[in-house]
């Protein structure tokens, strides 16, 4: 039986559940409302796409300096009283009419700053609450909250914007977020040794050479890159796509990103059994194979349309790449000095994340001149790179987890 994570750890895996179940109500009942009440094609919808997500390129290695020399916990509020003025102004748009892609994307991008700031901060917060022992289980925890945020979310905000219209959907999750907000208030962050002061350039230098010449982050590092370009320009043709070639309606959208949690939920739960079965270089590499198994599934939906085909390739992009992101966050808390954890999340977020909005733009582009299928033969190519680029790293001949550096 795994030992008990440390109450304080669990009052952080509480709120990120609260956090994450609200974002996704949010990010899931955008792109429906914006097709149903707006018209919106593959092209508008990758516009908000990258409006949602130009953030992680912007400012993810701002607040990754900021997070290593302040308090990491109180980063995490400020970012999810961010998010919460973003739904809470959604919801004012929405009630006074003023609903337009413009207003969609502004408040979208002002959501994702505070997305930004809880996903630099989270991650580094984890070491300082659990020992080294226990970080795989605690990342498990946070990526099973996590995955049952994106189970319900997507189906929750369908099921409301078909039955109670779109502000339910809005209302629900700045409710969520104060939740989250209040969780966080009653964390203790253990103090931190004063680090000596430096200019934030050399900071940032130090971070990017660790990553690009540590043989192991590297390769973690352009994998992550590859899977999320592949995996935005996915999401950028998918409800056009599933509305209007699968003939899906809000609420069959809704359930077939909810399978993208199911699968989640599956794999975190399954993850700590895999790991312990094969070795740990095998677990790193199963994630982005299963990948390319889920859009191949997702492109037979050109031959044979079907919702049910969708769904499952949704399911299996959650059940695989979830062994990647806790064995992945596993092994850079490893490596990784503490000292360095904010900025060098930071660094993955900007690369992983950041090249969502060009995923999304990208995905937008082609959805838009050459139509949704087009999309989904462009992401399958993305994800065949992503599962070579880990293949053929060091990564699979990892047997165990490297030795922790202080």
Do not use: K
């Amino acid at each position: 039986m795994p030992s008990p994570l440390p109450r304080s750890f669990n009052g952080l895996a509480w709120s990120n559940l609260a956090a994450q179940s609200a974002e996704q109500l949010s990010l899931a009942a955008t792109p429906i409302v914006a097709v149903l009440a707006l018209g919106a094609g593959p092209g508008e919808v990758g516009l908000l796409g990258t409006a949602q997500t130009l953030p992680f390129l912007l400012l993810s290695i701002p607040l990754g300096l900021w997070a290593d020399r302040t308090s990491r916990l109180r980063l995490l509020v400020w970012a999810e009283s961010l998010r919460l003025l973003a739904f809470l102004g959604l919801l004012a748009v929405l009630l006074a009419g003023g609903l337009s892609l413009t207003m969609l994307a502004l408040l979208g991008f002002l959501g994702a700053v505070g997305t930004v700031g809880f996903s630099v901060a989270a991650p580094a917060l984890v070491p300082s609450l659990v020992p080294r022992s226990q970080l795989a289980q605690a990342n498990g925890r946070l990526e099973l909250a996590r995955s049952v945020a994106f189970a319900g979310g997507p189906a929750l905000a369908g099921a409301l914007v078909a039955w109670a219209g779109a502000s339910a959907a809005f209302v629900l999750a700045a409710a969520l977020s104060v939740c989250a907000i209040t969780l966080l208030l009653r964390l203790r962050e253990p103090a931190r040794p004063p680090a000596a002061p430096r200019h934030a350039l050399l900071e940032l230098r130090d971070g990017a050479l660790l990553v690009w010449r540590h043989p192991l982050l590297r390769p973690v590092f352009t994998t992550s890159v590859a899977w999320n370009m592949s995996w935005f320009i996915l999401q950028a043709a998918y409800v056009p796509y599933a509305m209007r070639l699968l003939g899906l309606d809000a609420r069959g959208v809704g359930f077939t990103l909810a399978a993208y949690g199911a699968g989640m939920i599956v794999g975190a739960l399954v993850a700590r059994r895999i790991m312990g079965a094969i070795s740990f270089g095998h677990t790193i590499v199963l994630g982005p194979l299963v990948s390319v198994l889920a859009q191949f599934t997702m492109v037979s939906t050109l031959l044979l349309p079907s919702g049910l085909l969708a769904g499952l390739a949704f399911f299996l992009f959650g059940a695989g790449p979830i062994l990647w992101t806790i064995s992945s966050t596993t092994l850079r808390q490893t490596v990784t000095p503490h000292a360095m954890l904010s900025r060098v999340s930071a660094i993955f977020v900007t690369g992983g994340w950041g090249v969502r909005p060009l995923g999304a733009a990208l995905g937008g582009l082609v959805g838009a001149t050459w139509g949704e299928p087009a999309c989904l033969v462009l992401a399958m190519a993305g994800f065949v790179l992503q599962a070579w680029l880990v293949w053929a790293s060091p990564l699979r001949r990892l047997q165990v987890l490297p030795e922790a550096v202080e």
